[in-house]
């Protein structure tokens, strides 16, 4: 017997809202925070809006984690998160604030320094929306995310993006935290967000600045750290030591013709000494397979392998891959000697943080091991 024409349309759009359904809470569970827990050494968790009080209520608005010692010193701040596709820079800060514990000094930490980017991933990509990071208590599960902000809190996109600072841009990185800088009170929100997070440095006056980003193995800006010119000396005299423990790394100089970047904007503005650091990312590279959890967690791609053999890519690329436990051990590791590098050139001011592990903890015992079980 032939189904009714009004009878197969009937079920087709049952089946569309069902799946539209699933995927509405599938999108929306995007905008869910995933817990990060408060280590020993948190003192207190604020608001950025705190810094910038218009931000409050929107969802560009992140959590600051301070740990403080009880002696006197100088203060540290890191930001992971300015791009939730970089996954090692955004867990290299979790792991900061749930095991870090400051003795001397301060350390203040963004992990989700965009979070409205945690929220949604980037269009075409064919990104996961989620991964999981098994821990001895259980898997704690994160959002993979996207390099710039949510469109649904920021747009239209212009055709130009021209940043305050009069950097020509696609009208697409108008979104983008790391070209947003030194920001503006009054602009598109990824500048108000820029702009509260140049308040924060204003106000707590951190002597090291330290944004924590990973790059395509095909980017010639990796494994390194980009310092703003005063910052230099001690990214130099870092790389050394780095090197010495068998981590190598390379340093660049922040350009002063490319504006509107963490690196360059925070030292030209403020006192701080500026710097981000690079590591290798297979699941945000052109060159790659499909990008699925397995690509996130391991960094095992085929076809970057093959660009290995023959030379085509700035690091050294085998069956391995880039593990993420490498990629945030290289960001600890970098930031524990660049804190050490600091203090040894300033005894009044030092700061001094026990309890978080570095790169060869991370390869021997995986991220899990540092990250607290789900509660």
Known sequence: ??????????????????????SAF??????RDRPIYAGPGVTRVGKLSAYFPSLAGTGLDTDVYYLEGEAPGATVLVLGGTHPNEPGGFLAAVVLVENAVVQRGRLIVIPRANRSGFTCTDPGEGQPQVYHIPTPGGPREFTFGSRATNPVHQWPDPVVYVNR?????????????????????TGYPTERLGHAIMELIRIEKPALSIDLHEASPEYPVINAIV?????????????????????DIAVEMSPATLRGLSHREWGDHTDTLALLLEAPNPSQGR??????????????????????????????FTERGWPLEERVGRHLQTLKVLIETYSAANRATPVVVA???GLVELRKNGIGAYLRPPS
């Open 287 to 316: 060159l790659r397979g499909r990008t699925d959890t397995h690509l996130v967690l391991t960094g095992q791609d085929k076809f970057y392998t093959q660009a290995g053999t023959r030379n085509r890519l700035y690091v050294k």
């Open 227 to 247: 310092a703003h010119p005063r910052a230099l000396e001690l990214a130099v005299k870092a790389a050394m030591f780095l090197e010495l423990e068998g981590m």
């Open 26 to 31: 599938t999108f929306l569970d995007m905008h």
């Open 1 to 22: 017997m032939r189904a009714r024409p009004w009878v197969t349309g009937a079920g087709f759009l049952a089946l569309v809202a069902v799946v539209v359904t699933i």
């Open 355 to 357: 309890g978080f592990p």
């Open 165 to 185: 600072l009069g950097q020509q841009l696609t009208g697409s990185e108008v979104r983008n935290l790391n070209r947003s800088y030194p920001g503006s009170p």
